[in-house]
């Protein structure tokens, strides 16, 4: 091709795109300010406090870990931190989030070599960190209860479990409470409505694949009704439960399509969506933890290059071997 009367040869495809690393992380900070304004209408400052943390610390880390002088650079340090703190609880210490957001930086990121080499998507590698190390506060009676519009309010004053550690709480909640997100829960994941917003505008802008969350939320739905138990109403109500309650609308649509960490073929990404929402079920129903999203999109990380390397469409043209 011809530049300003030079002639540039390159190997193909020959494709020029007016998108950047940082368009694009603009465009995730975009979909994400829905699910952050719900938090913050409904627990508060302490949900602003907690937002500021987690992204100011992750590009203070970067910046200082880079030597840069542009601590939001490329935009995807602060993607990171944002995510971080909308699966964290909003009574967590600051202290809690900032070492949240530097692990998540450091460990899950810069010591694979930066953006593009990390093999673990990094706000969920800062987050299984914090659960390790501080389980007290990220587990348990300590999710507090939305207060809508009340800002002045101490909403430590009225903390308990969330709905997926009890069948018994869960059915005192309507489907509509879940998906608008008037529940207990981290500061990004009770409300549905919120991340489904989000959502539409990263696939109308192209950034993500419905293979991912739909295979995702599809395995999620379908292991509720076959396993569930019916205890939301009936079978179908109960696999709608599992879809809207916890994190796996943020973990979908926002953690399991992260460019760097997930398959790049269209059958890979499908493998990886059910994978993860088969993995999330099995520790749900099976195992001790009330939620497995993290861990499920953690362990489908690791199989990424597996995943890719068996599911490499043929060449054109290509012939198979006979035997």
Not at 34 to 61: E, K
Not at 105 to 121: A, D, L, R
Request: charged share 10%; aromatic share 12%; hydrophobic share 55%.
């Amino acid at each position: 091709m011809i530049i300003n009367g030079k002639l540039i040869v390159s190997s193909s495809p020959l494709i020029r795109s007016a998108e950047t690393i940082r368009s694009v992380m603009m465009d995730v900070i975009i979909a994400l300010f829905p699910a952050a304004l719900m938090a913050v209408l409904l627990f508060g400052y302490r949900a602003l406090i907690t937002i500021i943390f987690a992204v100011v610390a992750a590009m203070l880390t970067e910046a200082i870990w880079r030597r840069k002088r542009d601590i939001f650079s490329d935009g995807t340090a602060a993607v990171t931190g944002l995510l971080l703190a909308l699966i964290l609880p909003a009574t967590a210490p600051w202290w809690l989030v900032v070492v949240g957001s530097a692990s998540a930086i450091i460990i899950g990121k810069q010591v694979f070599g930066g953006i593009g080499y990390n093999i673990f998507n990094p706000a969920l590698v800062g987050r299984a960190i914090l659960v390790v190390s501080w389980g007290g506060h990220m587990a348990g009676d300590i999710w507090p209860s939305p207060q809508p519009f009340a800002f002045g309010h101490d909403i430590s004053a009225v903390t308990g479990a969330t709905v997926l550690a009890s069948q018994e709480k869960a059915v005192t909640y309507s489907l509509a409470e879940l998906f608008i997100g008037n529940i207990a829960g981290s500061l990004g994941e009770t409300s549905a409505l919120a991340l489904l917003i989000g959502g539409f505008w990263l696939v109308y802008k192209g950034h993500i694949d419905f293979r991912i969350p739909g295979g995702f939320i599809g395995t999620v739905f379908i292991m509720g009704v076959l396993f569930g138990g019916g205890f939301y109403g009936n079978i179908f109500m109960t696999g709608l439960f599992h879809v809207v309650a916890g994190g796996v609308m943020i973990g979908a649509i926002y953690m399991a399509t992260d460019f760097v960490t997930t398959p790049v073929t269209p059958g890979g990404r499908l493998i990886f969506g059910v994978g993860c929402g088969l993995i999330t079920m099995l520790i749900r129903l099976w195992g001790a933890l009330p939620e497995g999203v993290t861990y499920g999109i953690l362990l489908m990380n690791a199989f990424t290059p597996i995943i890719d390397r068996f599911t490499i469409p043929q060449r054109f043209g290509g012939v198979k071997e006979s035997a």
